[in-house]
């Protein structure tokens, strides 16, 4: 029975982790939870403190944040096999020497390039550009929408426009030039690691699908918009929707 079993919050960001595993081809167990109140329930507070979506559970490991558990994922569990080859790599508990682990931690992996060279780089910006950089500025404007829908009639009004001038002010002219960035990156590479898709790739999907969804993101990013296509008919994508379910993200919509 395998040691990997996802907690995954129905349309949220642990549909990524599915498709990482998918792309593996590596066994898991699912367990699929509802939103309440268009929350993650209490019940994932028992695999993890803080109850947040995803949780990996790896033997007595609960790793929560989706880019430590690709980063767990593609160290632990990620390798070129050779027909007839069994997938194994090493870890502390085999007692194997530190330089073998390291090397099967760093080399030969499907989903990240190799250490040390340009597009490893590259694959690490990107895996932290998500979250470090694009997906705060959506989070911002969730937030702004959801205190001027949710503010008492007295100040209904005052809320709303304080939503449309920083969304205006700062919020659209920052995302803008995040998009501008990343399709001039891959007017020039296939993916954002370059030629090989990564881990990097299925971390960043979420939210561009989402600015997708809600209109959020122009026709005139044309590479943006024909990556997201390579990225959605992938089989391991068809395979992780079939699981977690479609995504509909029009819960991150920007409301003007």
Do not use: C
């Not at 549909?15 to 699929?32: G, S, V």
């Not at 994922?73 to 390798?79: K, W």
């Not at 330089?99 to 992996?109: E, H, N, Q, R």
């Not at 969304?167 to 296939?190: D, I, P, R």
């Amino acid at each position: 029975m395998s040691t990997l079993h996802l907690h995954h919050l129905e349309n949220s960001r642990s549909f990524r982790i599915i498709w990482l595993l998918e792309e593996l081809k590596l066994d898991y167990q699912l367990t699929t939870y509802e939103r309440k109140h268009g929350l993650a329930p209490k019940a994932m507070q028992r695999i993890h403190p803080l109850g947040k979506s995803p949780i990996l559970q790896d033997g007595d490991l609960a790793l929560v944040e989706s880019a430590h558990i690709i980063e767990h994922i593609i160290d632990h569990y990620d390798t070129r096999l050779q027909q007839g080859e069994q997938r194994h790599i090493p870890t502390v508990s085999d007692d194997a020497p530190n330089d073998d682990i390291m090397l099967a931690m760093v080399k030969d992996k499907q989903l990240r390039p190799d250490y040390g060279t340009a597009a490893y780089e590259q694959y690490r910006y990107w895996l932290h550009f998500t979250e470090s950089s694009l997906m705060p500025l959506r989070m911002i404007s969730l937030m702004f929408a959801f205190a001027a829908k949710k503010s008492p009639i007295g100040i209904k009004q005052v809320a709303q426009l304080l939503h449309r001038g920083v969304q205006k002010s700062y919020l659209n002219q920052s995302a803008e030039q995040h998009l501008q960035f990343l399709n001039q990156h891959l007017s020039k590479h296939t993916w954002l690691a370059g030629s090989q898709f990564s881990g990097a790739d299925i971390h960043l999907e979420f939210v561009i699908n989402a600015m997708a969804q809600t209109g959020d993101l122009p026709a005139k990013y044309t590479h943006i918009h024909n990556w997201l296509k390579k990225a959605h008919v992938r089989p391991a994508y068809q395979r992780a929707v079939e699981k977690g379910g479609v995504m509909t993200l029009n819960v991150l919509s920007r409301s003007d």
